[in-house]
């Protein structure tokens, strides 16, 4: 059983940066794929990005993040990360990291989630 805590959250003006964190606990780290996927109010959540098992693996981004977000990890920590540059108001949400075995950018196919960290980017 895997625990994930997220952190890093917090308000930030458009055009600030904010990294997040995912400390994982209870597993073996580098087994794992780790995503990042948001909810914003009234939205249905959404894949961010995504990095493979070891540490400098393949990554994939949504393409409204796309050269603003660097998802990475480092497995002696057990902790994945999200670089979040270039701020938008729409970035504005809830952030949850996840892991899961295998491949894939579908939530559902995530096996253990965070508890999420709110995100706020003013105009």
């Known amino acids: 059983q895997v625990q994930l805590v997220a952190s890093g959250g917090g308000l930030v003006q458009a055009g600030g940066s904010l990294r997040l964190s995912c400390a994982a606990s209870?597993?073996?780290?580098?087994?794992?794929?780790m995503g990042w996927f948001r909810q914003a109010p009234g939205k249905e959540r959404e894949f961010v990005a995504t990095?493979?098992?070891?540490?400098?693996?393949?990554?994939d981004y949504a393409d409204s993040v796309k050269g603003r977000f660097t998802i990475s990890r480092d497995n002696a920590k057990n902790t994945a990360y999200l670089q979040m540059n270039s701020l938008k108001p729409d970035d504005t949400a809830v952030y949850y990291c996840?892991?899961?075995?295998?491949?894939?950018?579908?939530?559902?196919?995530?096996?253990?989630w965070g508890q999420g960290t709110q995100v706020t980017v003013s105009s």
């Open positions: 996840a892991a899961r075995i295998g491949v894939g950018n579908i939530d559902s196919e995530y096996d253990y």
């Open positions: 209870g597993g073996t780290f580098s087994n794992y794929r």
């Open positions: 990095i493979s098992p070891r540490s400098g693996g393949r990554t």
